[in-house]
């Protein structure tokens, strides 16, 4: 008789994914005619538990669009080396590029879908589109430029320089050169400040520093505020900003100081979908300066908060992973249909991650990308330290078909969202459990690096690259049997004979 015999989980899985028959489940529960937009939080060192500067993101897409992570050297570069944007604008290559590593999706970085931190621990924390909130009277005034820069700018800034303020100053100065393409929002960090930049049309941005003390919440609307050009520690600008928005008509200073959201934003305000940003706004300052009571009808909240209490890690997890649960605008409701609210952990959701950047130690250690790949509502995050000498293979994007570590998760998280408050019980519960051990073991785990770092720089980096190559396998393997609980493996029959008996060997 032939005996049955287990499918591995492993074949099982990537028989599913291969077929693309996971991919029939891919459901939202927000209302699908919205745009795949992003969302930000950056959080002061002062305003941090542990004193680092934290920048949160949630990367949306449609949803499909493969993320994973890459390891870029530093590089010399010859005098007739460029970067050629998608547009056909062409920059010529700086001389040297600093060793830089990024969480990316296929089609690149040089369209701005990525966050990255280089070896001086500059980080660009994640960007957000502005397009649906640029008013129309700002796109006569001052319109794109379409040979101008992408929001891939971003990183060819931070490749050549040593803080946030050089990367800030080095943007503005391409933008000023060669005009800006595409409207957006970007954040912008070390491990001493944040700033945060937006490109209210072809020939105007602004950057605000965000306070210490403080953290910054971000959707797709324009969120900076008056504008004081003689504050020169803490903002920057396009050459003579305000002459040029009182000159279009963009500002009255009868009216006030230059309000930068109302010179070019608002217009998000007049659509189907009036809080579409602000109430995304609303939930993290809700969670994080509940003592502030917010108003949830609110569309103009002020740029800088003071939280409750200091913030971690693991609280800026678990705004990534919110849905308004516990509230009227909860997208995964026990009962009825859910309102359609745009939620914070989309579906659309391509990556999340948190990036956190301390001074006090050597960039290798001290700076870290925690990625989640997918959407975050059933993903983990894994800390990726920046003196990784490798990316494990499935996190690295190596594999060209569907047979990476983004589709696993991307799986998963497809049938949890068939029958979320099911499913999520299944899910949550583990990759809390994975995250609280990883959080518990980082001061030994960096303490151990620090030691071997000392004695040789390289043993730490194979030190740190073994390490994060066990949590992605951990984090893999847990996904996979947690897909064959949701769908187990057909069990395979005897194999019989016409007459229904069993055929022997």
């Known amino acids: 008789m032939i005996k049955n015999h287990r499918i591995s989980t492993y ?13 029939v489940f891919s459901q939202v529960s927000e209302n699908s005619n919205l745009i795949s937009e992003c969302y930000m939080i950056m959080v002061g060192k002062d305003a941090t538990t542990d004193g680092s500067v934290l920048i949160a993101h949630n990367n949306d897409l449609t949803g499909t669009e493969i993320s994973f992570c890459e390891k870029n050297p530093r590089k010399k570069h010859l005098p007739n080396d460029s970067i ?33 931190v280089n070896e001086h621990q500059v980080a660009i924390g994640g960007g957000v589109s502005l397009i649906s909130d640029r008013n129309l009277k700002a796109g006569i005034a001052d319109p794109m430029i379409l040979k101008g820069l992408p929001g891939g700018v971003r990183y060819i800034a931070l490749q050549q320089t040593k803080t946030a303020r050089q990367c ?30 937006e490109a209210g049309g072809g020939s105007s941005w602004a950057a605000i520093r965000v306070p210490d003390s403080c953290y910054w919440v971000q959707a797709n609307g324009y969120r900076i505020e008056n504008i004081n050009i003689d504050d020169t520690a803490n903002v920057i600008t396009s050459p003579a900003l305000p002459d040029f928005c009182k000159k279009k008509g963009l500002w009255d200073p009868g009216m006030g100081p230059l309000n930068f959201r109302k010179a ?11 809080y579409y940003n602000s109430r995304r706004e609303w939930r993290g300052i ?44 909860d ?14 952990a989309s579906s659309k959701c391509v990556h999340s991650d948190v990036i956190q950047l301390r001074g006090r130690m050597n960039a290798d250690i001290s700076a870290i990308i925690w990625v989640c790949l997918s959407s975050p509502v059933s993903s983990p995050y894994v800390p990726f ?11 690295s994007g190596i594999p060209e078909d569907k047979r990476t570590a983004f589709s696993i998760f991307r799986g998963l998280s497809d049938l949890v969202i068939t029958k979320y408050n099911e499913r999520i019980n299944i899910v949550f519960p583990r990759w809390k459990k994975f995250e609280k051990i990883n959080f518990i073991l980082q001061p030994s785990v960096e303490d151990r690096a620090i030691k071997l770092y000392n004695k040789d720089p390289e043993d730490a980096g194979k030190f740190l690259t073994d390490y994060t190559t066990g949590l992605c396998m951990n984090a893999l393997r847990q996904a996979s049997e947690m897909i064959m609980t949701i769908i187990p493996p057909p069990k395979q029959e005897e194999k019989t004979n016409i007459d229904g008996k069993s055929r022997g060997k």
């Open 11 to 23: 074949i099982f899985v990537q028989f599913f994914l291969f077929t693309g028959i996971l991919n």
């Open 385 to 395: 330290y920046f003196g990784i000498k490798e990316i494990p293979f499935t996190y």
């Open 168 to 197: 800030v100053e080095l943007i503005g100065d391409l933008y000023n050169k060669y005009g800006i393409a595409y409207p957006s929002g970007v954040s912008i960090a070390d491990p001493n400040e944040i700033w945060y930049l």
């Open 286 to 329: 809700s969670i994080l300066s509940p003592s502030l009571n917010p108003d949830l009808e609110g569309r103009d909240f002020p740029m800088f908060f003071k939280p409750d209490e200091r913030i971690n890690v693991e609280k800026l997890f678990s705004i990534l992973r919110d849905h308004y649960q516990g509230t009227k605008f």
């Open 331 to 344: 997208g995964y409701p026990e009962t009825g249909k859910s309102p359609g609210e745009r939620i914070i």
């Open 264 to 274: 070019f934003g608002g217009k998000v305000y007049s659509s189907e979908n009036p």
């Open 84 to 116: 050629r944007f998608s547009n056909g604008l062409t920059l010529q290559s700086a001389p040297v590029t600093y060793e830089w590593m990024v969480l990316r999706t296929r089609r690149g970085y040089i369209e701005g879908d990525a966050v990255a």
